[in-house]
């Protein structure tokens, strides 16, 4: 693998791993910016009611983009392993 296949491959595999972390992140993110303004709205500084809503919400969206991952993942594998 010559040096300028190794720089695009690791270009690749960043934004691809950056495309898939970006649905989790950014509705952890949204409900963790809901949450936090809801309770210093309330006065209630749980930080067990910050985490729960924020962790069912990223496994929801894990679940329902899983399958787009993987294929995503696959396609990167694929590329690292069969390039020449």
Known sequence: ???????????FSLIEGGLLLAPALLAGLSVALV??????ATGIHEP???????????????FITGGWMIERFVSLFQASVLSP
């Open 1 to 11: 693998m010559a040096g300028f296949d190794l720089v695009s491959l690791v270009r």
């Open 48 to 62: 067990l009611i910050g985490m729960v809503p924020r962790l069912v919400v990223i496994v929801a969206v894990m």
């Open 35 to 40: 949450v936090g303004v809801l309770q210093s």
